[in-house]
């Protein structure tokens, strides 16, 4: 079939313009600029006999007329030369304008385009966040704690969100950074296209945020993936980031690789309830850990210390206090037995403010030993404990709670509905029983006989929204609080609480201990991501075998009263085989912002602990 040369033509033109507003603006300048020579040359052909005009002053003419349809108003001459003015005016209405309405609305576009998000990133030494959730100002928070004594630092943020929206949501809530630029990408952090506008090949840490939903550990599992299998360009960053679900952290530490640190949000989540319900303040200290606020753990040399004991090490700093050790092979052992060697290629665990603070001490402190006691055997009891509502954490608690109390101890569920499968599971050292209960009904907790019980767990209704579980949390815990005022004081409790804005709201309800999972995650991620080392210290410290974190009462350690100092108390702890890290005062438990807790005081400034007063140690249970 013969094609027409006006078809060609036109399918040829057609084909420009798909190249979008540079075609267009192309062919508008190009008529713009044919439109006046063709009037400049009419003018010099038609009306100037005489040679007077040249070129550069008629083609200026006919420009500003094209420009300015104004300017013609002002014109005199020969009827041909007004014509030909005329026509440059119409002319200039209909496609110069035109090209100067493409312009304007081309660089309305691109500016558009730069505010979503879109240009990549010419950055090094940065820390990346893929994805956005509730937990990101948590984190961006404490990056910006982190690097408070850098000069520059940067942290790059990218979501599937408006660009504008993300920044004006931090802007909003975290204020101020400081030194520490935030930049936001938008785009997918599934998309490898996307991946590569926040420059990762220079970035010194990848953390990647769960979002919110039910499918959050198939996407974080995906960005793993997609990071793992990218060709990186020189040292590769490591990667941090957290599963919800237990069952998901096998294929997501698969999908990640060597260079990723994935946590068990969950069963972070499960052993602070369950250690937290026997010893309140738990999740207070756990926070002082973990943010960068107060004090950290440094992984250092110490080479004045090689050849002695980490016994010795305890008295051997005037700042600081050593946890423990470090091997040469990567291992980590909190709080090794007393007489542990110190190896040359060994690195101490220091809790400190900060690591320019640390230092050792001229000499040994002087110990009071009128102060010292010996604690008596206490034979463990077994535990009486009310656990009121469900969620799908409920059955690794009690999982776990089998595996720490005592034979003989009880658990009772008081929930709407009665776990079938959890309550026909034999278990050894647990026995496990359910009442009915509407956990935000006072008649029905009445019913309970809660004077029977020496501890009292409160669990989330996660089928509920992250504020409305905590509004019935909150009016389940004051109702708690009035019978056990009636009843004098017999049952401690802990609870779980979604957002940590309502700590001071709940403290009303003066309960012993809240557990803010998703915050202490998200501390925990972000220490990962500027010390990768650690994961193997809050490893052991969040896990049930070995030495944990207790805190235990002052009486077992330094007569209630006297007047001594924390030396005193570390000498105390260390007759045991335990590292005290500081202590907590029952007459603050109630005062935020620390509720009582002071971890790494001064060795040698005055201190009397009283009877209700607590140690705080790490120690195997």
């Known amino acids: 079939m013969r094609v027409r040369w006006r078809d060609r033509l036109r399918y040829w033109f057609d084909g420009t313009m798909d190249r979008g507003t540079p075609a267009l603006i192309g062919w508008l300048a190009l008529a713009s600029v044919a439109l006046i020579l063709v009037v400049t040359a009419l003018v010099i052909a038609l009306t100037d006999k005489d040679g007077n005009l040249g070129w550069g002053e008629v083609t200026w003419m006919s420009l500003m007329r094209a420009i300015d349809p104004g300017t013609v108003a002002g014109d005199t001459g020969r009827p041909m030369f ?14 110069v304008s035109s090209l100067i309405g493409v312009l304007t609305t081309g660089l309305e576009n691109r500016i558009a385009q730069l505010r979503k998000g879109r240009s990549r990133l010419i950055e090094s030494g940065h820390t990346v966040i893929l994805g956005w959730s509730e937990q990101i100002f948590t984190v961006i928070e404490e990056l910006v704690k982190a690097n408070h004594g850098q000069r520059r630092s940067c942290v790059v943020v990218l979501a599937d969100r408006d660009k504008v929206d993300m920044d004006d949501e931090i802007r909003t809530r975290l204020g101020e950074t400081g030194g520490t630029r935030i930049i936001c990408r938008s785009g997918s952090p599934l998309k490898r296209a996307a991946l590569e506008l926040v420059s990762p090949d220079t970035a010194k840490a990848i953390l990647v945020l769960p979002p919110p939903g039910q499918d959050a550990d198939i996407d974080v599992i995906k960005a793993l993936l997609l990071l793992n299998n990218r060709t990186w360009r020189g040292a590769r960053p490591h990667v941090v980031t957290a599963v919800q679900n237990s069952e998901n952290l096998a294929a997501a530490r698969l999908a990640g690789g060597e260079s990723a640190l994935v946590v068990d949000a969950d069963d972070i989540a499960v052993r602070l309830v369950v250690q937290s319900h026997r010893q309140a303040g738990l999740s207070t200290v756990c926070t002082d850990l973990l943010d960068f606020a107060g004090n950290e753990f440094y992984i250092r040399p110490e080479p004045a210390l090689v050849g002695s004991t980490y016994g010795e090490a305890l008295h051997a700093y005037a700042r600081g ?21 110190i190896g040359a290629r060994d690195s101490l665990i220091v809790l400190a403010e900060d690591d320019l603070l640390i230092r050792l001490a001229d000499s040994p402190p002087r110990v009071d030993e009128s102060a010292i006691v010996s604690a008596p055997d ?16 409920a059955t690794k608690i009690i999982d776990l709670l089998e595996r720490l109390v005592e ?13 079938g499968e959890v309550l026909a599971t034999a278990r050894h050292n647990l026995a496990v029983g359910y009442k009915h209960c509407e956990p935000t009904s006072r008649k029905s907790l009445e019913s309970l006989d809660l004077g029977g019980y020496k501890h009292i767990i409160v669990l989330a209704d996660d089928g509920a929204g992250a504020g409305q579980a905590d509004d019935r949390t909150l009016v389940t815990l004051l109702h708690l609080r009035d019978i056990e005022v009636k009843l004098g004081d017999p049952y401690s409790i802990v609870t779980e609480i979604n957002d940590d804005d309502n700590r001071e709201v709940f403290q009303v309800t003066k309960a012993d201990d809240f557990i803010v999972s998703t915050k202490l995650i998200s501390l925990l991620l972000t220490q990962l991501a500027e010390n990768r080392h650690l994961q193997g210290v809050f490893g052991q410290l969040f896990d049930p075998v070995g030495s944990e974190i207790y805190l235990r009462p002052a009486s077992d350690y330094v007569i209630p009263g006297a007047r001594g100092d924390f030396a005193t108390v570390v000498e105390a702890a260390r007759r045991r085989g335990e590292t005290a890290i500081g202590y907590r005062t ?36």
């Open 321 to 341: 206090v050593p946890i423990g050790l470090r091997r040469s092979d990567g291992t980590v052992v909190v709080n090794p037995p007393m007489d542990t060697a």
């Open 82 to 95: 007004l014509g030909l003015m005329l026509v440059a005016t119409i002319g200039g209405i209909f496609i």
């Open 407 to 419: 034979p003989g101890s009880i658990v009772d569920i008081a929930a709407p509905r009665r776990p």
């Open 586 to 621: 029952k007459h603050d438990s109630d005062h935020a912002p620390s509720y009582g807790v002071v971890l790494n005081p001064p060795r040698t400034e005055p201190l009397s602990l009283g009877a209700d007063d607590n140690v705080i140690v790490l120690a195997e249970g």
């Open 378 to 393: 206490q034979r463990p009891m077994p535990d009486r404990t009310l656990l009121i509502g469900w969620n799908t954490r």
